[in-house]
């Protein structure tokens, strides 16, 4: 939950103008609340939620890697975004990668 609220409150950046939404976790964000895998399932839908929002992402660093987790509603395709960026993919609305 501490997890949760340090991502809402702390690393959520709204982009109004561009309708998107994204939250940050570094390695150490996520040391710091004794991370297990599965703790961050659902957070990127808290920035989705917002009002206006259409397309959401969560970045999060782990074992090296960079793992992103987009969602979007109506038709954006984060699965096209996901496959021709960050050779990733997923469906329509839901979609990750790794960077």
Not at 11 to 21: E, G, I, N, R, S
Not at 31 to 50: C, K, M, P, W
């Amino acid at each position: 939950m501490r997890l949760l609220g340090y991502s809402i409150s702390d690393q959520l950046v709204v982009l109004q103008d561009f309708h998107t939404a994204f939250i940050t976790l570094s390695k150490a964000d996520l040391e710091r609340f004794d991370h297990q895998i599965g703790d961050t399932e659902g957070v990127v839908n808290y920035a989705l939620s917002i009002k206006d929002i259409n397309l959401a992402a969560l970045f999060m660093e782990r074992d090296g890697i960079v793992k992103i987790s987009f969602r979007s509603k109506g038709n954006f395709s984060v699965d096209m975004l996901a496959r021709e960026h960050f050779d990733g993919g997923g469906h329509r609305n839901a979609a990750g990668a790794k960077l």
